[in-house]
């Protein structure tokens, strides 16, 4: 069955850098565009990042633009969310979602699948 898991989530100082990753199996990933959504407590899911099927396009909420880097390797079926420059209001569950596309969208509608999600505390 699909499957999108992922990891490296946890409690990390202002000012310092995070790697979350998501493992996918179960549909064919190329095909698929990848994201990254977050959603702090008693706020809606936000867009963070999206990378294409190619790894050749990629975009960026305005608030991450500079600190996050989003990447992919087809050969792993996993998609990175590299963190950077973390702050308090970084503090959220990041959830990994593939959308089956060849463009790449900010919109948390039309997603396929969806991750179980990952905590990241950013602490002041």
């Known amino acids: 069955q699909v499957q999108l898991v992922e990891s490296g989530g946890g409690l990390v100082q202002a000012g310092g850098s995070m790697r979350l990753s998501c493992a996918a199996s179960g549909f064919t990933f190329t095909n698929y565009a990848m994201e990254w959504f977050r959603q702090a407590p008693g706020k809606e899911r936000d867009f963070v990042a999206a990378i294409d099927r190619d790894a050749g396009r990629t975009l960026y909420a305005e608030s991450v633009k500079g600190r996050f880097i989003i990447s992919r390797d087809n050969a792993k079926n996993t998609v990175y969310l590299q963190m950077n420059m973390l702050r308090p209001e970084d503090t959220a569950v990041y959830y990994c979602?593939?959308?089956?596309?060849?463009?790449?969208?900010?919109?948390?509608?039309?997603?396929?699948?969806w991750g179980q999600g990952t905590q990241v505390t950013v602490s002041s």
């Open positions: 979602a593939a959308r089956l596309t060849a463009k790449i969208f900010t919109s948390i509608s039309g997603t396929n699948y």
